[in-house]
């Protein structure tokens, strides 16, 4: 075990930096044990932030000048950050793909940057460490989305949460049930989430608020009953912009399904292969078959829905070549969008209990999957990181031209709000102009959300009128 010390108020940030390198390393409140260390100086407006790694060292200032609090917080962290990155660099004589950016989101960074008067793309690479490579990724990513990156006042989107699954995947942290485990809390959850759904729309329109897009997500919705589905897709008595349903797993669709979806005006489902290859479909335990992949799509296309097909990078025993094999399947069948993801080891996770250690390559699969799509003619249109990444990627939806999905557009650039009903969901509200975001979250288990559902609608009611 190594240990960093920091006397920064914020040490999460400057672990989260040292973890980048190092998945042994500890903070300490003791400097003497310390291989790392990051201490700040102020010294009126300027701060002067010093890290060192076993001999070596680097330091960065800022001039925090006539900024407010919340800026001059941005600015002490971005530079503090910086120093440690630079120090850890020099020592392990490794960069980073997106230099010492640790945050979830780098496009709405990019936008920040051009707020303050900065050159965003030189402070990427010239100031932050981020590569050339990512810089352009950002470039496209903000070049795809347009104008449909643009906050809508008096505009919400609607979020519905499904949690459960039919098995549970090795490498998966939701806390989404099994839903065979959990068959005597489905009509309870059902009724629950009805309640919720139904006074949240009532909300809305004595608030004048618009709903635009409404997308059901999980676990895997499709997990449900059709006639579960039926019941609780009849709530919704409006025809959104946008209408998903993550369905997700392939095995979970069927032609009742389909149908109900199709009543109710849904247009977009995922059907989520994650890998062509059987063998690590089964290693990973999603229980479906290569052959269910194919049937669902062609089912799907019959009916004229947008499909979406998620793929992961990094998953055990998976090669290059048999990655590359899944993206040019999903290319071959004209998958509207396709995600890819770069396996994060969670906790939580069978995976992370297995200590499962990664792939190798996982670098050259997500450039080989970039490659590909933009040769075949599709754009990267929203992005989003996360902790304990494998080689500290990050996650890129694509889209055929015109595809994409607003919903996630919304959500992962943080330009919508959100009402959010069912369990273990979070509804957002946008607070102008200082662009802040504040949450109120629902239970995140099934029986409390069910035991306490009109505690939580009232508390997502608050947020929205602006009450504590
Ligand atoms: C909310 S999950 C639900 C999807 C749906 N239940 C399914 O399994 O098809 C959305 C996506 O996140 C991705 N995902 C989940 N856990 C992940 C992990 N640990 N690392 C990388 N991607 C992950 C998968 O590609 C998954 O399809
Ligand atoms: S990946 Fe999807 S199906 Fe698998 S456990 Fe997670 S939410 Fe459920």
Redesign the pocket.
């Known amino acids: 075990m190594r240990y960093l010390f920091t006397n920064f108020c914020y040490p999460t940030e400057i672990h989260d930096v040292v973890k980048l390198f190092f998945n042994d390393v500890e903070l300490s409140d003791n400097s003497s044990n310390a291989q790392f260390t990051l201490t700040e100086k102020a010294n009126g407006n300027i701060f002067v932030y010093e890290a060192t790694a076993e001999g070596k060292n680097n330091v960065q200032s800022v001039d925090v000048g006539e900024a407010d609090e919340l800026q001059a917080t941005r600015l002490r962290k971005r530079y503090a950050k910086l120093a440690i990155y630079n120090v850890l660099t020099e020592f392990s004589g490794k960069k980073m793909p997106w230099g010492s950016l640790t945050g979830i989101r780098p496009t709405k960074l990019a936008e920040q940057l051009s707020r303050e008067g900065l050159d965003w793309r030189q402070t990427f690479t010239g100031v932050l460490g981020v590569s050339e490579d990512k810089t352009s990724l950002v470039e496209d990513i903000l070049r795809t989305q347009g104008d449909l990156r643009r906050y809508k006042t008096g505009c919400a989107d609607l979020y519905v949460g499904i949690p459960f699954?039919?098995s549970?995947?090795s490498y998966?942290s939701?806390t989404?049930g099994e839903i065979d485990r959990l068959k005597k809390y489905i009509d309870p959850y059902v009724e629950a989430l009805k309640h919720d759904i139904c006074t949240t729309i009532a909300f809305v329109r004595e608030n004048d608020i618009k709903i635009n897009n409404v997308y059901f997500g999980?676990?895997?919705p499709t997990s449900l009953s059709a006639e579960h589905l039926d019941d609780i897709m009849s709530c919704i008595d409006f025809q959104p912009v946008e209408y998903t349903v993550e369905a997700?797993?392939p095995d979970t669709i069927d032609r009742d399904k389909a149908d109900v979806l199709k009543k109710h005006g849904v247009q977009r489902i995922s059907i989520n292969p994650q890998t062509f290859n059987q063998s690590v479909l089964d290693v990973i335990g999603r229980k479906h078959t290569v052959s269910d992949i194919y049937d669902k799509y062609e089912l799907a296309k019959s009916y004229g829905f947008i499909v979406n097909m998620d793929l992961i990078a990094g998953l055990p025993t998976e090669t290059y070549d048999m990655f590359c094999h899944n993206v040019d399947s999903a290319v071959s069948l004209g998958a509207d969008n396709i995600t890819i993801h770069t396996l994060a080891l969670k906790h939580g996770s069978a995976l992370k209990e297995q200590n499962y250690s990664g792939a190798s390559d996982v670098n050259k699969m997500v450039e080989y999957s970039r490659r590909k799509l933009y040769s075949a003619g599709y754009e990267p249109y929203y992005m989003y990181r996360q902790k304990y990444m494998a080689d500290n990627l990050e996650n890129v939806g694509y889209c055929k031209p015109g595809k994409q999905c607003l919903y996630n557009i919304g959500i992962m650039e943080e330009i919508s709000n959100i009402l959010a009903c069912g369990a273990n969901a979070i509804s957002k509200k946008i607070i102008s102009p200082e662009n802040r975001i504040e949450r109120s979250a629902n239970a995140k288990d099934v029986i409390t959300y069910i035991q306490r559902n009109d505690e939580y609608i009232g508390k997502k009611f608050c947020l929205f009128r602006g009450e504590k």
């Open positions: 699954c039919v549970r995947c998966c939701f989404s999980g676990g895997t997700g797993r």
